[in-house]
């Protein structure tokens, strides 16, 4: 990669603690990096804890998963993943007046091939309100491209990022009345709101480094995030939390139609009836 590319280290931490002891569970982590046109991954690994038999596979949408399954009596489920990524800086956005038309997008063709991206899921379905807000916002931009930086901007505007305001749970519609959220439901809202204008979007999971002048070799509390992509003609990948591009801050991690297609970390497993989750990000820049 160019000179201009960032080397990251991710390590995420994250697993269940049970109230009691489990006798086994089933489990699937999507939290190592994808190869791709802005990203190679140098070296990736996942382990666990207690010790398991794991195996990788690409899921339908192209994550890497890696699946184990825990046999022995366990109180505690511990998943670290460890990865080195180069990453490229954000490409040019297009310009608001190019990329496909309006009439472009209701192409059969078109639709079909991207019918699941079009279709409304649990977390991005829209209610009346939000269905008008995208019915304006069409019909105020000459281009769907356009359309996408000014829902983007939209719902930075109206909606206040507030770690901890919501859980993996909420909707988009629950963000939006609500006016607070994190990146999970601003990513829902935008891609939501494209879909009902007819634009292919896709949520897209990964990491982000919290600081454009990151020092080098600084281990920094970084996050789980996300992010959204739309469909013109090509796909543009756009930041809305922070308002910005993606680029070499961000890890890609897996893409799909919304959350529940692309958790960190879940799974089943026999015991106690309550548990709880923690989840630890740490990122470095290597250079």
């Not at 490229?88 to 991207?114: H, K, Y």
């Not at 879909?195 to 970084?222: F, Q």
């Not at 996050?223 to 990948?237: F, K, L, N």
């Amino acid at each position: 990669m160019s000179a201009s590319s960032w080397r990251l280290r991710v390590q995420h931490k994250t697993g269940f603690t049970y109230e009691g002891s489990a006798g086994a569970s089933y489990n699937e982590a999507r939290m190592s990096p994808r190869n791709e046109a802005r990203q190679a991954v140098l070296d990736a690994r996942v382990e666990v804890w207690p010790p398991a038999r794991t195996y990788r596979y690409e899921d339908y949408w192209g994550t890497v998963v890696t699946a184990f399954d825990v046999h022995a009596a366990h109180e505690t489920l511990q998943v670290t993943a460890t990865a080195t990524v180069e990453t490229l800086p954000a490409g040019d956005l297009i310009a608001s007046d190019a990329g496909a038309s309006w009439a472009e997008l209701t192409v059969p063709e078109t639709v079909d091939r991207w019918h699941e991206l079009l279709l409304p899921t649990p977390r991005t379905a829209l209610d009346e309100g939000l269905t008008e807000v995208a019915e304006r916002v069409r019909g105020d931009h000459p281009t769907p491209h356009a359309a996408a930086m000014a829902t983007c901007t939209l719902v930075r505007e109206e909606v206040e990022y507030v770690p901890g305001a919501t859980g993996v749970q909420t909707d988009a519609v629950q963000a939006w009345r609500q006016r607070k959220g994190v990146c999970q439901d601003i990513s829902h809202l935008v891609v939501g709101l494209l879909r009902a204008m007819g634009t292919p979007a896709r949520y897209v999971s990964g990491y982000l480094h919290p600081s454009p002048a990151a020092a080098i070799g600084e281990p920094v509390v970084g996050q789980s995030h996300a992010w959204v992509e739309w469909w013109v003609g090509r796909w543009t990948a756009f930041d809305p939390t922070n308002g910005i591009p993606v680029g070499e801050r961000h890890v890609v991690v897996g893409r799909g139609r919304e959350y529940g297609d692309v958790p960190p970390l879940k799974g089943v497993y026999s015991g106690p009836e309550n548990s709880e989750q923690g989840v630890e990000v740490t990122v470095t820049r290597l250079r």
